[in-house]
T-cell receptor, first 112, second 107 residues
Framework: DAEITQSPRHKITETGRQVTLACHQT?????MFWYRQDLGHGLRLIHY???????NKGEVSDGYSVSRSNTEDLPLTLESAASSQTSVYFC???????????FGQGTRLTVV | KNEVEQSPQNLTAQEGEFITINCSYS?????LHWLQQHPGGGIVSLFM???GKKKHGRLIATINIQEKHSSLHITASHPRDSAVYIC?????????FGAGTRLTVKP
């Protein structure tokens, strides 16, 4: 069965360190997204990609970057982790056009 | 004001009760999604709809495009329905999310 997986599921890191969260999907979807989920807020878009070598900034992109070298993967990098980036991160993928979204299990990141 | 508003924020029900969660949006959309998130868990898509009504088991979702409003109903609620229910709208290729409704069903 096709799926979307995130790793790690939990991560604790120190302020200032670079951190990369992995997202891998086997749906062969062109569209992939990274969101963060915080108490009191809905899911907020960090970065997104509509295909290989395409990346775009979302609503809360400062301090984050992504790259898309193949269809399956969209890693999210925190260049220099800050305590404000403590959150739960979700990756999602969708086919082109009007289609259902599929979400990963989430990564809980704590920056100390 | 958020583009997607849900009510209520929190909801507690007794097992067997009929439950309604509401979603209003203020932007033009191509579809509306209802998502479910169990505590500590991932997010699962329940429905995607652009008109009318859809039913899956005890769950029913309706949408009124003219009024920009959708409802999610759960009939004969059960403790395993306890979760956060999230309304989201598709705007072009993007999705915008409500803050979620936390549902607790007590036995």
């Amino acid at each position: 069965d096709a799926e979307i997986t995130q790793s790690p599921r939990h991560k604790i890191t120190e302020t200032g360190r670079q951190v990369t969260l992995a997202c891998h999907q086997t749906w062969n979807h062109n569209n992939m997204f990274w969101y963060r989920q915080d108490l009191g807020h809905g899911l907020r878009l960090i970065h997104y990609s509509y295909g290989v070598h395409d990346t775009n900034k979302g609503e809360v992109s400062d301090g984050y970057s992504v790259s898309r070298s193949n269809t399956e993967d969209l890693p999210l990098t925190l260049e220099s982790a800050a305590s404000s980036q403590t959150s739960v991160y979700f990756c999602a993928s969708r086919d082109r056009g009007l289609s259902e979204a599929f979400f990963g299990q989430g990564t809980r990141l704590t920056v100390v | 004001k958020n583009e997607v508003e849900q009510s209520p924020q929190n909801l507690t029900a007794q097992e067997g009760e009929f439950i309604t969660i509401n979603c209003s949006y203020s932007v033009g959309i191509s579809a509306l999604h209802w998502l479910q998130q169990h505590p500590g868990g991932g997010i699962v898509s329940l429905f995607m709809l652009s008109s009318g009504k859809k039913k899956h088991g005890r769950l029913i979702a309706t949408i009124n495009i003219q009024e920009k409003h959708s409802s999610l109903h759960i009939t004969a609620s059960h403790p395993r329905d306890s979760a956060v229910y999230i309304c989201a709208v598709s705007v072009n290729n993007d999705m915008r999310f409500g803050a979620g409704t936390r549902l607790t069903v007590k036995p």
